[in-house]
């Protein structure tokens, strides 16, 4: 299935929003990629819920068609969490929303969630390797601070596993990196590493270049001064244990913010979206059937 492209404003940019066929019958799910990727990303995915959701997709800002301003500050959670509701806005503006989040899509998408501005808006959460930066922070600086060995390992080990981070705070790098070749050779990537084989995308240097700006704008301010943020909304956690990213280890204790919590683990890598559509998506139209109070027979098990 093809889907249509609309516009939707959000401040003083304008977002490219996809829609797969919509029927008045069918919840909204609406998916938010991470970096470095487009809406795109979610293609298979869509394709696997089309029949039983109206699937939405956007390019966040800085990715794809959607508009990329050129302060860092622009890029700040308030922001991306302002064009969330925009595009939610524009697509279900009468009924709340299941929302799936994957890497950075699953970071802005937490912060909705613990957020009065959307919390109404949001009937059901799934969570994919992105973890809330406030979570992360109190996360890391437990474990940093503790006596035990094993803990503080747990810290160590997953800020080696993020070293791109502090590479991504330097202004020219990592734009200069993804302009002078690394695009051309994402998708070759993606399949040595991650084995799975995408299309090349036309904006793939573009959103790699400009999405640093994410991390610029946001992770040293957040898990410095990580705040105690919950929510009572229903979230379903999907845990790839070969995340060579994010590691399982962060996702602990992430009942003690969210309670309502339903917890999934695949053996994957972080972009399990392609490598495991099929199972992604029955585990997402399972959870959020259990939500709505409804049956969707072909995933249930």
């Known amino acids: 299935m093809t889907p ?35 809406a795109s990303v979610w293609d298979g995915l869509a394709n696997e819920l089309g029949d039983r959701f109206n699937v939405v997709a956007y390019d966040v800002r800085g990715a794809g068609r959607s508009g990329k ?22 697509v279900s503006p009468a009924q709340p929303v299941h929302l799936v989040g994957h890497d950075w899509g699953s970071i802005q998408a937490w912060e909705a969630v613990v957020d009065d501005t959307l919390r109404s808006r949001i009937a059901s959460y799934t969570t994919i390797s992105g973890p809330s930066l406030d979570h992360a922070g109190h996360w890391l600086a437990e474990r940093l601070r503790s006596k035990e060995p094993a803990r503080i390992k747990q810290a160590l080990r997953q800020l080696a596993h993020s070293w791109y981070i502090g590479l991504f705070q330097l202004p020219l790098i990592a734009p200069t990196l993804w302009r002078s070749g690394l695009a051309k050779h994402w998708t070759s990537w993606l399949a040595w590493r991650e084995g799975v084989s995408t299309t090349p995308s036309a904006t793939q240097a573009s959103d790699g270049a400009t999405g640093v700006k994410l991390y610029r704008a946001n992770v040293r301010g957040r898990l410095g001064k990580a705040r105690p943020r919950a929510t009572d909304l229903p979230v379903q956690l999907i845990v790839p244990l ?60």
């Open 242 to 301: 070969r995340d060579a990213y994010v590691l399982p280890d962060l996702t602990e204790d992430l009942q003690r913010w969210a309670p309502r919590l339903w917890r999934r683990e695949i053996d994957a890598g972080h972009w399990v979206q392609l490598s495991h559509p099929h199972e992604i998506a029955s585990w997402i139209a399972e959870f959020a059937g259990f939500v709505d109070g409804r049956q969707y027979n072909e995933y249930s098990e």
């Open 69 to 90: 301003p050129k302060p860092v500050s622009a890029y700040a959670l308030p922001q991306l969490v302002a064009d969330l509701k925009a595009v939610i806005d524009a």
């Open 4 to 38: 249509l492209m609309m516009i939707v404003r959000s401040g003083e940019i304008d977002l490219a929003v996809y829609r797969w066929p919509h029927s008045a019958e069918k919840p909204t799910l609406v998916l938010v990629h991470g970096y470095p990727d487009s």
